[in-house]
């Protein structure tokens, strides 16, 4: 196997680094049996950084045996080992933070400056943070609920977990699956997006420098259509966690079901942006700026429907669009690039199509091209902003995951809170007012798993993130999410030694005299 500590070229040198295959069962790289290969495509230049052999459903069987084989010394080890094991995965992620990065931008077109201020440090801190909640279940006190017994609560780990997750964050997400769900005293396997496996590798391999046991955590390569299939009806998976898109979500809930399974589903979102006639102006576009445009749109929290009170609507459009095109579009290891390619030419050609469509009922502002000259190759799209489109137009309502902002007028608060809540989605939003009413009803009223007030986007280890709605249910991070992956057991003593209870009368013979 490679050492990863010394890497030095500036691209991420993922065929070398990945000689050995992409597929991570019990711990070690062996190659996937499917009999079909996948190239993983550098987005801002359109080559092959990495063919590899697609995970087949034996080397589901076999990275499903192996966290079946690891489950009991992994849940039966202290919640201390756990922690310890943890903190030592977290200082190794540390080291090799630079190549994670390296690994992270190649294959998702990020900016080096989004994975090495953002990616990265993100999972770093939520192993910590799992490390310290692993010796923190939390649960009810026992007591002496019927009088004549002693209850307690014991939370259990699940078994098997076995996880899906998008080519958006790919290191982020494997992260969100893999930290609670091993923390809680599961194993797991984890299949990555198709395109984009090698930081979801790279995190299992420093889990097993970090000492964390092989089988603990498995990674699968493979189509979501034979590998995730298999996977997520396997009997042997006790728990499914899914992370991806809504109409993908729908056929991962109904496989799981046939084999009544658990599910924890992150799915789409449609973020509103709603802007109060109080509010910050200044501040409000540069939330509106970054929070749309974070990893070149392709966040399920990111703003992506502005609504802005009618006095202060014509101010917002042309000063968000003035800041959207300073914004330095560019290959993401050069200095200087504020934003890359999106992940793909098919995914940036699927947002085009939304704004070309979107010419005919609304005004383009600025952007809704892709880049020529050096940037020809790779799949980069200009920051867009779009005004005037219906509330009930394809680019208001569906998800396009592409650097893109709708901006809309809208008269009365009731009327701004009722169009932010219209859409299928309901995972993020965002206020902005200095009026501390208007603000505290706009958390209360918006149907989101998060509301931020007067800014947008900023997550945190110590908290929950989850939909709400067809965004899915079940929360990632913090000690929340420690409900999806373990379960709860009521134990029960008897305190009276009597051999024939008083409640045994509603069963055979009458009440018992004393
Ligand atoms: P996707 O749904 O196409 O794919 C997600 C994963 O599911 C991939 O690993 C894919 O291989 C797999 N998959 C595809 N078909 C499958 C099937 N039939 N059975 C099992 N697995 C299958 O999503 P994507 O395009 O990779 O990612 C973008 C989507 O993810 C967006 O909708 C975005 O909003 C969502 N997302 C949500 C969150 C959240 O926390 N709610 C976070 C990130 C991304």
């Known amino acids: 196997m490679h050492n990863p500590g010394s890497v030095t070229p500036e691209r991420f040198p993922a065929q070398e680094y990945f000689a050995d295959g992409a597929q991570f069962i019990a711990g070690r790289l062996t190659k996937g049996t499917s009999g079909r290969t996948h190239a993983v495509v550098d987005p801002a230049t359109g080559e092959d950084v990495y063919t590899y052999e697609l995970a087949g459903t034996a080397d589901v069987d076999a990275a499903v045996a192996a966290a079946r084989a690891a489950f009991p010394g992994w849940s039966g080890a202290t919640p201390g080992e756990r922690s310890d094991a943890l903190h030592r ?23 080096l400056k989004l994975t090495r201020e953002f990616d990265i440090p993100g999972t770093i801190d939520n192993t910590a943070f799992f490390a310290g909640a692993a010796r923190h279940l939390q649960g009810q006190s026992a007591g002496e609920y019927s009088g004549d017994h002693t209850s307690y609560v014991r939370r259990e780990p699940i078994g098997v977990v076995g996880s899906i997750a998008p080519w958006n964050y790919p290191l982020q997400m494997a992260a969100w699956k893999i930290l609670p769900a091993i923390a809680a005293g599961n194993t797991i ?26 089988g603990v955590i498995n990674i699968i390569t493979g189509t979501g259509k034979e590998a995730g299939e298999h996977l997520v009806g396997h009997p042997d998976v006790a728990m499914t966690s899914f992370t991806g898109s809504t109409a993908v979500g729908k056929r991962v809930a109904e496989i799981a079901t046939a084999t009544v399974k658990r599910i924890h589903l992150e799915l789409g979102g449609k973020a509103p942006f709603v802007v109060f006639d109080d509010a910050d102006l200044e501040a409000a576009v540069n939330g509106a700026v970054a929070g749309s445009l974070i990893n070149t749109g392709q966040d399920c ?14 101010a917002f459009v042309q000063k968000t669009a003035a800041l959207m095109a300073s914004v330095r579009v560019g290959d993401p290891f050069a200095p200087g690039t504020d934003l890359g390619p999106l992940i793909s030419h098919v995914q940036r050609d699927r947002v085009a199509g939304f704004v070309d469509r979107a010419r005919a009922y609304a005004r383009v502002v600025t952007g809704g091209e892709a880049p020529q000259g050096d940037l020809k190759n790779g799949a980069y799209y200009r920051p867009t902003l779009v005004a005037d489109a219906a509330q009930d137009s394809e680019i208001v309502q569906s998800e396009l995951f592409g650097p893109v902002l709708v901006v809309l007028p809208f008269d009365t608060d009731d009327e701004g809170i009722a169009l932010a809540n219209d859409t299928p989605y309901g995972l993020a939003a965002s206020a902005w007012s200095r009026d501390v009413y208007r603000a505290n009803r706009a958390t209360r009223e918006i149907k989101a798993g998060c509301v931020w007030i007067n800014d947008h986007i900023p997550i945190i280890s110590e908290m929950p993130h989850g939909g709400y709605k067809a965004s899915g249910f079940g929360k990632d991070m913090s000690a929340y999410s420690f409900e999806e992956y373990t379960q709860i057991k009521h134990v029960m003593f008897d305190n009276t030694a009597v051999a024939r209870k008083d409640w045994h009368r509603t069963i055979f013979g009458d009440r018992q005299q004393n």
């Open 189 to 214: 396997v984890l299949k990555p997006a198709e395109l984009t496996p090698l930081t979801s590798l790279m995190f299992a391999q420093a889990a097993t420098e970090a000492g964390i046991p092989d």
């Open 89 to 111: 995965f977290a200082a190794v992620l540390a080291e090799r933070a630079d190549d994670f990065a390296r690994a992270e931008s190649l294959q998702c077109g990020k900016p």
């Open 301 to 314: 929290t990111a703003a992506t429907r502005a609504y802005v009170q009618r006095p202060l609507y014509e």
